[in-house]
């Protein structure tokens, strides 16, 4: 009889009596568009603080961004502003929707790097020019180090 007794209490063990309650977490300020294969979403400004920003978002789709049609993305329309500039489009607060394909938004990454690593040589090459040979502090190894002094 004992092990009908424990088979009954094992019964009434089941996934959703043992399954941890969901954690509260705050709400996404942006909703996430459904994703596609081949292109990459990013939401662009378009004014900020109530301005308009019409120089950021120009250079954006002269960058290859295209805003994202609202019928292509209904889901969103719940969250997007009603009175927006952009009628068929998907715009929260100052910001809208916009897809680029994939290939050209690695193409991007990639020139921003070449870019980044060039400022970084230019540093580099600037701080070693002026460095003292005299001076091993001024080295810069880009490494880092921990040590432990003793305490008094």
Same mark, same amino acid.
């Given at each position: 009889?004992?092990? &009908?007794?424990?088979? *009954?209490?094992? /019964?009434?063990?089941?996934?959703?009596?043992? +399954?941890?309650?969901?954690?509260?977490?705050?709400?996404?300020?942006?909703? =996430?568009?459904?994703?596609?294969?081949?292109?990459?979403?990013?939401?662009?400004?378009? =004014?900020?603080?109530?301005?308009?920003?019409?120089?950021?978002? =120009?250079?954006?789709?002269?960058?290859?961004?295209?805003?994202?049609?609202?019928?292509? &993305?209904?889901?969103?329309?719940? =969250?997007?502003? &009603?009175?927006?500039?952009?009628?068929?489009?998907? /715009?929260?607060?100052? *910001?809208? *929707?916009?897809?680029?394909?994939?290939?050209?938004?690695?193409?991007?990454?990639?020139?921003?790097?070449?870019?980044?690593? +060039? +400022?970084?040589?230019?540093?580099?090459?600037?701080?070693?020019?002026?460095?003292?040979?005299?001076?091993?502090?001024? &080295?810069? /190894?880009?490494?880092?180090?921990?040590?432990?002094?003793?305490?008094?």
């Amino acid at each position: 009889m004992a092990n &009908h007794d424990n088979r *009954l209490t094992r /019964e009434l063990d089941t996934r959703e009596t043992t +399954q941890r309650p969901a954690a509260w977490r705050p709400p996404e300020t942006l909703p =996430s568009p459904t994703p596609q294969p081949g292109w990459v979403f990013r939401w662009i400004r378009t =004014s900020t603080f109530g301005q308009h920003d019409p120089t950021n978002a =120009s250079a954006k789709f002269r960058e290859g961004w295209t805003a994202v049609k609202a019928e292509d &993305h209904p889901e969103l329309m719940l =969250s997007a502003d &009603h009175n927006s500039r952009f009628k068929g489009n998907i /715009e929260v607060g100052g *910001l809208l *929707l916009c897809k680029a394909p994939e290939e050209m938004v690695r193409q991007r990454n990639a020139h921003y790097d070449r870019l980044n690593d +060039q +400022q970084m040589e230019a540093v580099d090459n600037n701080f070693m020019r002026i460095a003292d040979p005299r001076m091993p502090t001024l &080295h810069n /190894e880009k490494r880092s180090t921990t040590s432990f002094g003793k305490g008094k």
